[in-house]
């Protein structure tokens, strides 16, 4: 089985300041591992994956994630937050073998001038 | 590419009555997947399709839920009769072979009145 957790429902940051997401998983076997991002009233954006290699990950908007296979997390990391980043963040994994995705609950970022 | 396209945008609907949701996956995608969301459950994934076949849809609430692909560009998620507990975005994703992540359409908001 494949399951994700988000610790924090809400994250609240300063703009300019760092702004990390926080996010654990549990797989039986290699993991894939995603970020997407949700704005009002949109569908689920893509913001970057890990599948191997480099466990520092660099995507969309000048997000990054770090993969740590030994604390089973990949948070995802912007060091510069902006107000236009505030929207709903979910982490996602896959199973190598498997087809199916499952979503963390999400986290609501709030990014205030 | 216009991406994954879902229709209508918004339903509002009365208990009982049908509802229908649209989806055109993206050219070439050979998986789509249907999912829910709302407040309480987050995002469940309701069904999953390789090749226009239905592989799993163990997450499918109950059977007033029912989905078809006919051909690769086009499925549908049906509900009848449509309650108001069914009120949530639905989503829709397409996945091309071999790759990782999905694509989400801008989703389907149904209120059940």
């Known amino acids: 089985a494949q399951s994700v957790a988000q610790p924090e429902d809400q994250v609240n940051v300063a703009e300019g300041n760092p702004l990390t997401v926080k996010c654990t998983y549990s797989?039986?076997?290699?993991?894939?591992l995603f970020w997407y991002v949700q704005y009002p009233n949109r569908g689920l954006q893509f913001l970057l994956k890990?599948?191997?290699?480099?466990?520092l990950v660099k995507g969309s908007y000048g997000f990054e994630a770090e993969f740590n296979k030994s604390q089973t997390s990949f948070h995802l990391k912007k060091p510069s937050a902006l107000v236009s980043d505030s929207a709903l963040y979910f982490c996602?994994?896959?199973?190598?073998?498997?087809?199916?995705?499952?979503f963390g609950a999400g986290t609501t970022v709030t990014v205030r001038a | 590419d216009a991406g994954v396209i879902q229709s209508p945008r918004h339903e509002v609907t009365e208990m009982g009555q049908e509802v229908t949701l649209r989806c055109k996956p993206i050219?070439?995608?050979?998986?789509l997947f249907w999912y829910r969301q709302t407040m309480m459950r987050g995002l469940e994934l309701l069904i999953y399709?390789?090749?226009?076949?239905?592989?799993?849809d163990s997450g499918m609430p109950e059977d007033r839920f029912s989905a078809k692909m006919p051909n690769a560009s086009f499925s549908t998620l049906k509900i009848q009769p449509s309650e108001p507990r069914d009120s949530a975005v639905y989503f829709c994703?397409?996945?091309?072979?071999?790759?990782?992540?999905?694509?989400f359409g801008s989703g389907t908001r149904l209120t059940v009145v």
């Open positions: 994703a397409s996945s091309p072979r071999g790759q990782y992540g999905y694509t």
């Open positions: 797989v039986s076997g290699n993991p894939y």
């Open positions: 890990y599948i191997t290699g480099d466990n």
């Open positions: 996602a994994v896959r199973d190598w073998d498997d087809y199916k995705l499952s």
């Open positions: 050219s070439g995608h050979n998986s």
């Open positions: 399709f390789n090749n226009n076949v239905p592989i799993d």
